[in-house]
C-alpha cells in the first residue's frame, strides 16, 4: 500500500447519524475506489467540535460512524480508514496553513455564512477556519483526489489555492489535488422538503432514513413522503421535486436508470411506489445492517484496525508535516 497509486483522500463528519444520502452520495461509491487509488478515509471528529457536542455521545457517534464505514464494505485492510483527532499533524499543519489563508478568503466562504446562520448563538473561531482544517486534511497526505459533493467544491477550491500559494513560495511540497471526476453519486433531498437536501442533523426524524433504521420505520417514512397531487411518476424534478427525489433514490438502491423506473410503475400510484421505494432502501440496507451488528462485537477486530492505521496514517502525515515545518523555518528537532 502507498507506493505508486495515486492517493485518493475523503471523510465525513461524526455529527449527527448517517442517512441514506450520505450512503448513495458518497459511501456506496467509495467502496470501489480502493482498485484504482489508495484510499484515506477519515472519522473527521475535529470538525465535528465547531458545534457543541456532548462527550459521551460524541464518542460513542465516532466510532460508530468507523463501524460503519467497514460495515458499508471498505475494508480497513486496504483502506487506511482513522480518526481525524489521533493524528496530531492535522491541527499543526492547519495552523502553519493558517497563516497563509486570508481572511477575505474565508469571508467568501458559502458554508460558513450558512452555518454561522444557523448557530447564531456560537459562531466560533472554529467554524470560521474550517476550510483551513480541511485543507490540512488534504494536503497532509500528498492526496491526488478528492470525491466531494458539491456543498464541498468551495473547499476544495480553497485548499487548492492555499496549496499553490505554499508551493510558490517554498518549491513543490504540496500536490495539488483534484476533483475526483467518476461516478457520482445520487444526490438524495429531504422527504418531507424536497427543495433542501437530506441531512443527518435535520430536526424532523421523518426527513431523514438513517442507516441503522429499521425497515418499518423505513417503511413509513417513505410512505408519508411529501409528493405533489399529480398521479404519475414521472421523473421531472422542477415540477415534481418529492416524486423525482423518490425516482433518484430507488434507482440508485437498485441500479436502474430513471426511464426503466418510469416504466416500472407506468399506470400505478404513489401509494404502491412508496411502498416499493421503503421496501428497496430497507433491503439495500439489510447487508449492511447486519455487518454493523456483527462488528459491533468484534471490539478488538475493531481495535486492532483503528491502531494500525492511525499508525500508517501518522507516518504518512509527518513525512508531510516535517517537510512544511522544515520550509518555512522551524527549527528542527534535536535527534
Ligand atoms: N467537510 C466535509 C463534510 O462536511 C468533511 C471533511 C472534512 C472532508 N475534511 C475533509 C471531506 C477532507 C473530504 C476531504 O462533508
Not at 241 to 259: D, M, Q, V
Amino acid at each position: 500500500m502507498f507506493h505508486d497509486r495515486k492517493i485518493l483522500y475523503s471523510g465525513m463528519q461524526a455529527t449527527g447519524n448517517l442517512t441514506i444520502g450520505n450512503y448513495l452520495g458518497a459511501l456506496k461509491n467509495w467502496n470501489s475506489l480502493n482498485e484504482e487509488y489508495d484510499c484515506l478515509f477519515g472519522v473527521m471528529d475535529l470538525h465535528s467540535l465547531t458545534v457543541r457536542q456532548n462527550p459521551a455521545e460524541f464518542r460513542q457517534r465516532a466510532r460508530s460512524l468507523y463501524t460503519l464505514y467497514v460495515a458499508s464494505g471498505l475494508d480497513p485492510e486496504k483502506n487506511c480508514i482513522y480518526f481525524q483527532s489521533h493524528v496530531s499533524g492535522h491541527a499543526e499543519l492547519a495552523w502553519i496553513l493558517d497563516c497563509f489563508t486570508y481572511m477575505g478568503e474565508l469571508n467568501r466562504m458559502t458554508q460558513f455564512k450558512d452555518k454561522s446562520a444557523k448557530h447564531a448563538d456560537n459562531i466560533n473561531a472554529g467554524l470560521y477556519t474550517y476550510p483551513v482544517l480541511m485543507a490540512a486534511d488534504i494536503l497532509l497526505y500528498q492526496s491526488d483526489v478528492v470525491p466531494v459533493g458539491v456543498d464541498q467544491k468551495q473547499h476544495l477550491e480553497i485548499t487548492r489555492d492555499i496549496a499553490g500559494r505554499f508551493n510558490g513560495i517554498y518549491g513543490d511540497v504540496f500536490t495539488i489535488p483534484e476533483p475526483y471526476i467518476g461516478r457520482q453519486g445520487a444526490h438524495v433531498m429531504s422527504l418531507q422538503n424536497p427543495e433542501k437536501k437530506m441531512s443527518k442533523s435535520d430536526e424532523n426524524p421523518n426527513a431523514s432514513v438513517y442507516l441503522l433504521d429499521d425497515t418499518d420505520t423505513i417503511i413509513r417514512k417513505f410512505k408519508r413522503a411529501v409528493t405533489d397531487s399529480d398521479t404519475q411518476v414521472r421523473y421531472a424534478p422542477e415540477e415534481k421535486p418529492g416524486i423525482s427525489n423518490l425516482i433518484e433514490i430507488y434507482a440508485a438502491a437498485e441500479n436502474k436508470t430513471f426511464e426503466e423506473v418510469e416504466k416500472e410503475f407506468e399506470g400505478k400510484g404513489y401509494g404502491d411506489f412508496k411502498l416499493a421505494v421503503g421496501e428497496a432502501v430497507a433491503s439495500m440496507l439489510k447487508p449492511m445492517q447486519e455487518k454493523y451488528k456483527e462488528l459491533s462485537k468484534e471490539k478488538s477486530y475493531i481495535d486492532s484496525r483503528i491502531k494500525e492505521n492511525d499508525e500508517k496514517a501518522q507516518y504518512m502525515a509527518d513525512k508531510t508535516l516535517r517537510k512544511v515545518q522544515k520550509k518555512v523555518g522551524l527549527t528542527e528537532r534535536i535527534r
